[in-house]
Nanobody, 118 residues
């Protein structure tokens, strides 16, 4: 499974951005997709994920309703809609796909930079 993120960029505080992640190959190769981020001084931080079968989404507490994860199964694409962005949201954002064999996020994209400026 190969993952390619897009949609990163520079946005002002309070603004919105939508990231996309397109997966190549058959969707039977993954059971869920998720988003992580890594800020300049932080480790990888889990944002949330979505089940590929039923579309159920789950989020880390810090999201506080500002981010929404959705999927388009026809396009094998997952989205991360980010609203009311804060400076601390500045990070490289990664999408990942969960392997049905391991149950872990074994496949990763290259990351896309999001910079939130005041």
């Amino acid at each position: 499974v190969q993952l390619v993120e897009s949609g990163g960029g520079l946005v002002q505080v309070g603004g919105s951005l939508r990231l996309s992640c397109a997966a190549s190959g058959s969707s039977s190769n993954f059971t869920a997709m998720g988003w992580y981020r890594r800020g300049q001084w932080a480790n990888h931080e889990f944002i949330g994920g979505i089940s590929w079968t039923d579309g159920a989404a789950y989020y880390a507490h810090f999201v506080e309703g500002r981010f929404t994860i959705s999927r388009d199964t026809a396009k094998n694409t997952v989205y991360l809609q980010m609203n009311n962005l804060r400076r601390e949201d500045t990070a490289v954002y990664y999408c990942a796909a969960e392997s049905p064999e391991s149950g872990a996020y074994d496949y990763w994209g290259q990351g896309t930079q999001v910079t939130v400026s005041s």
